[in-house]
């Protein structure tokens, strides 16, 4: 196999470590534009990952896209469809089922100056490459003192509601927030999921980009490429002014199904979607509870442990005077990830989201 890359830098002047991720004044301009397209039509996110995908192998002779089954067959959600025909298999090609080879094959191509996009086929199924991902993708930037970013995209289908069990179905997300020298990002849309990924890929640093299952075949009228709020930007995906309710990736359009639940008794949530985990957005979120003076945390994950305790604790910080009640959590329950069939009573619900703003309101 050859593959086309750029030499590395071996004479970069030494950087300040107080951080892993270089600060956004040293991150150089982005390298992808979103120019003129034709009329919009119905879009699902599966199709925009798969059209951010071809555009960023098209711009770039140095991307490469690889995993488990993502050639021939397209990956098991069709993302990767149609890419190994149109590119050949230098530039998108499957690897052994082996998730730590993947990460760390990753590290050496991104060292050598490629950019390397990589699938983990299932969430769970990240885990035996987190030692790579820990250790040394998070790590390269501060160990090499400034010398050596690893731009690598890792792709990470995640989060139930599609019938499978353990290992397929689960929401790591708190794991990678936690690394310092990730971006960690998540898209509830179509919009986002094409502009947030060709971000990610373009990006100088490693990102987790955590794609919801349960929306893949969600759909939004879109004129493809499109470009939105940038990494490290929240968005305000509904206005009210009962409670506000955050969530990110599939916990989405459970709150606004809360929310448009929530109307028929009275009640108005206003509802934040974080897109970005790390860099996390919460000037977004306090001005909305600013607004309201209420606000419930969900996500798919166990409540104990999960990312919504930091957004909880942040809301607690830096807007404790504007609340009227404690901040609300909503999650899994915290056992392991049950039988498909016992899914619908795990997972957050409609029912749960009111729960919580209805005990806000009591406070």
Same mark, same amino acid.
């Given at each position: 196999m050859?593959?086309?890359?750029?030499?590395?830098?071996?004479?970069?002047?030494?950087?300040?470590?107080?951080?892993?991720?270089?600060?956004?004044?040293?991150?150089p301009p982005m390298s992808w534009s979103a120019p003129a397209s034709a009329e919009a039509r119905? &879009?699902?996110?599966?199709?925009?990952?798969?059209?951010?995908?071809?555009?960023?192998?098209d711009a770039d002779d140095r991307v490469v896209i690889y995993g488990e089954d993502v050639g021939r067959l397209g990956g098991v959600f069709r993302i990767t469809d149609g890419l190994q025909e149109r590119f050949g298999e230098e530039r998108c090609f499957d690897s052994p089922l082996a998730e730590s080879a993947i990460v760390g094959s990753?590290?050496?191509m991104a060292?050598?100056?490629?950019?390397?996009v990589v699938e983990m086929?299932?969430?769970?199924?990240?885990?035996?490459?987190?030692?790579?991902?820990?250790?040394?993708?998070?790590?390269?930037?501060?160990?090499a003192r400034g010398r050596a970013g690893l731009p690598i995209t890792i792709r990470i289908p995640y989060g139930g509601h599609v019938g499978a069990p353990e290992h397929h179905s689960e929401s790591p997300e708190a794991y990678y927030a936690h690394t310092a020298g990730l971006r960690v990002v998540t898209p509830a849309t179509p919009g986002d999921a094409y502009s947030l990924l060709r971000e990610s890929i373009a990006s100088p640093d490693p990102v987790i980009f955590l794609e919801p299952k349960r929306q893949y075949y969600a759909t939004e009228e879109l004129a493809l490429p499109v470009r939105t709020e940038p990494i490290g930007c929240a968005a305000v995906r509904r206005r009210g002014t009962t409670a506000t309710v955050i969530a990110y990736g599939p916990s989405v359009s459970l709150a606004l199904q809360a929310a448009?639940?929530?109307?028929?008794?009275?009640?108005? #949530?206003?509802?934040?979607?974080?897109?970005? #985990?790390?860099?996390?957005?919460?000037?977004?979120p306090v001005a909305s509870v600013q607004r309201t003076g209420r606000c419930v945390v969900v996500h798919e994950a166990s409540t104990f442990g999960?990312?919504?305790?930091? &957004?909880?604790?942040?809301?607690q910080e830096r807007a404790f005077y504007l609340l009227e009640a404690p901040v609300a959590r909503v999650g899994a329950f915290d056992v392991p990830y049950p039988p498909s069939r016992f899914?619908?009573?795990?997972?957050?619900?409609?029912?749960?989201?009111?729960?919580?703003?209805?005990?806000?309101?009591a406070t």
């Open positions: 050859t593959l086309t890359a750029r030499a590395p830098t071996t004479t970069v002047p030494d950087v300040d470590l107080r951080s892993s991720v270089a600060p956004d004044d040293e991150v119905s &879009v699902t996110l599966a199709q925009a990952l798969n059209r951010a995908l071809r555009d960023a192998l990753a590290v050496g060292l050598y100056g490629l950019v390397p086929q299932f969430d769970a199924f990240s885990y035996p490459a987190f030692e790579q991902i820990v250790s040394h993708v998070a790590k390269m930037r501060s160990r448009d639940a929530a109307a028929a008794r009275g009640h108005s #949530l206003e509802v934040i979607d974080l897109r970005s #985990l790390n860099p996390l957005d919460m000037d977004t999960g990312f919504g305790g930091e &957004v909880a604790a942040q809301i899914e619908e009573h795990y997972l957050p619900t409609v029912g749960r989201v009111l729960d919580a703003v209805e005990r806000t309101l």
